[in-house]
C-alpha cells in the first residue's frame, strides 16, 4: 500500500470521527463533551493533516530512493 493511499485512508478516517463527534454533540451538550472536543478532537485534525503530509514527503523519498538504487 503507498504512502498516498495511507494517507487518504487516514484522512477519511479522521472526517468520519469528526462527523461522529459532531452527531454526538446533539445529544452530548455539556462542558466535558466542549472540553473533550478542545482537547483531544480537534488537535487530532491537525495532526492529521501534519501526518499526511508527512507520509507524502516518505513516498517522495521512497520513490527517489527506488530510482537512484535502481
Same mark, same amino acid.
Given at each position: 500500500?503507498?504512502?498516498?493511499?495511507?494517507? *487518504?485512508?487516514? !484522512?477519511?478516517?479522521? *472526517?468520519?470521527? *469528526?462527523?461522529?463527534?459532531?452527531?454526538?454533540?446533539?445529544?452530548? +451538550?455539556?462542558? !466535558?463533551?466542549?472540553?473533550?472536543?478542545? *482537547?483531544?478532537?480537534?488537535?487530532?485534525? +491537525?495532526? &492529521? +493533516?501534519?501526518?499526511?503530509?508527512?507520509?507524502?514527503? &516518505? !513516498?517522495?523519498?521512497?520513490?527517489?530512493?527506488?530510482?537512484?538504487?535502481?
Amino acid at each position: 500500500m503507498s504512502m498516498p493511499h495511507r494517507a *487518504k485512508q487516514m !484522512q477519511e478516517s479522521a *472526517k468520519m470521527l *469528526k462527523l461522529a463527534w459532531q452527531q454526538s454533540g446533539e445529544r452530548w +451538550r455539556d462542558a !466535558q463533551h466542549t472540553h473533550f472536543g478542545t *482537547k483531544w478532537v480537534d488537535p487530532l485534525e +491537525r495532526a &492529521v +493533516r501534519h501526518a499526511a503530509s508527512a507520509l507524502d514527503e &516518505v !513516498q517522495v523519498l521512497i520513490t527517489r530512493a527506488e530510482r537512484d538504487c535502481g
